[in-house]
Nanobody, 123 residues
């Protein structure tokens, strides 16, 4: 099993940046595809970004493409989400997730989830 812990969230003004981190346990982190999802109050959790096991393939939701970058450092058992040009509509709890099968935009494909880190973007 994999345990995930997110960090790096906070309060930022519109146009600012945050770098979210997700630290994973275990020695087999490198075989998992990883994803970032987010959920705002009253809304469904939505896909943000995903990265395959090697880091060579990434995908993004249209709403964040060009602004967010997902990356991973398998030697450090960590996946990152660099968020730039933040907008108030980016405000949400951001979750990282691990998928032992494949990178996916569907949350149901992920097996393990972190507790989330809050990102708040002010106008």
């Amino acid at each position: 099993q994999v345990q995930l812990v997110e960090s790096g969230g906070g309060l930022v003004q519109a146009g600012g940046s945050l770098r979210l981190s997700c630290a994973a346990s275990g020695r087999t982190f490198s075989i998992y595809a990883m994803g970032w999802f987010r959920q705002a109050p009253g809304k469904e959790r939505e896909f943000v970004a995903a990265i395959n096991w090697s880091g060579g393939s990434t995908s993004y939701a249209a709403s964040v493409k060009g602004r967010f970058t997902i990356s991973r450092d398998n030697a450090k058992n960590t996946v990152y989400l660099q968020t730039n040009s933040l907008k108030p509509e980016d405000t949400a709890i951001y979750y990282c997730a691990a998928n032992r099968y494949l990178a996916s935009s569907r949350q149901n494909d992920y097996n393990y989830w972190g507790q989330g880190t809050q990102v708040t973007v002010s106008s």
